[in-house]
């Protein structure tokens, strides 16, 4: 459903130079899962997801959503995709069913099917109680769940979260990560990238492992830390890391 193969992105940045933000990824999602990405600040996993949603061409390598060819066919991509940020945002003076509805029908919906869909996804994430509250007057949790509806309210098959639950108490980082688990149940292929340990080991069914650009392991959870020998996933994590940066520092030149 998502397959990505040697993909490599490199951005000429006027102070630095060269700059390789993906050097050569490769992985497959399937449906009903979830896929992780887990790596530190600046690792590529922003610049991967912008990637899979078309909203940056690769400079190599090969990458294909719900079957489409991203760089021959972003169109069909973009419509077989729901991609939510941290910033996705929602506008203050729209009820929550209008923002939803607004989206809907950017989406191409039309207003039967719009109904339902309000309907089968307000009964989703349980927000029939604030559907004609006004963004402004919303918490940030319910400014959580209607960012969601309006990810997946043309129902993809594919859903991309980066970084979601960035900045969010755990209260609501919580009923977010309940919210894709659902949307992981009903068979959606979905990626996620975090920093985020603990969200890794709850909620992904693979991970990879990204820093500089790399993939420096994959599997499952459980997979990795038999692999490694490591039942931490946070030492595991800062293992692979040094390990990298120790190598690469001995095969650098002076
Ligand atoms: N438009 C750009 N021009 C130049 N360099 C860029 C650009 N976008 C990203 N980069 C660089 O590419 C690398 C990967 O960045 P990316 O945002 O993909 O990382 P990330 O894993 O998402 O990190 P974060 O968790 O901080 O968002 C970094 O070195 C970043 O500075």
Redesign the pocket.
């Known amino acids: 459903m998502i397959r990505v193969q040697d993909l490599r992105k490199d951005?000429d940045?006027l102070k630095r130079g060269q700059?390789t933000?993906l050097d050569g990824v490769s992985f497959e999602v399937r449906p009903g899962e979830v896929y992780g990405l887990l790596?530190p600040?600046?690792?590529?996993?922003?610049?991967?997801l912008r990637i899979l949603s078309t909203v940056l061409q690769s400079t190599g390598g090969f990458a294909e959503v719900a079957g489409h060819d991203v760089s021959r066919f972003p169109a069909k991509v973009r419509a077989s995709i729901g991609f939510m940020s941290n910033n996705t945002g929602i506008y203050d003076r729209m009820t929550a069913r209008e923002l939803v509805e607004h989206y809907g029908r950017l989406y191409g919906l039309g207003e039967d099917r719009l109904k339902e869909r309000i309907d089968e996804v307000f009964e989703t994430l349980q927000m029939h109680e604030i559907a004609d509250m006004l963004g402004s007057k919303m918490s940030t949790g319910n400014r959580q769940k209607v960012s969601i509806a309006r990810t997946i309210i043309h129902d993809p098959p594919v859903l991309i979260f980066d970084?979601p639950t960035s900045g969010l108490d755990v209260l609501v980082a919580r009923a977010v990560l309940d919210a894709v688990r659902k949307l992981r149940d009903s068979g959606k292929c979905i990626i996620y990238?975090t920093?985020i340990m603990r969200e890794v080991e709850k909620l992904c069914d693979r991970i990879a492992i990204i820093h500089r650009?790399r993939i420096l392991a994959a599997g499952s959870v459980d997979e990795l830390e038999r692999e490694h020998d490591e039942p931490d996933m946070e030492e595991l994590f800062f293992d692979l890391i040094s390990e990298y940066e120790k190598s690469r520092s001995e095969t650098s030149p002076v």
């Open positions: 951005f940045d700059v933000a790596g600040n600046g690792a590529g996993k922003t610049t991967c970084e990238s920093h650009g």
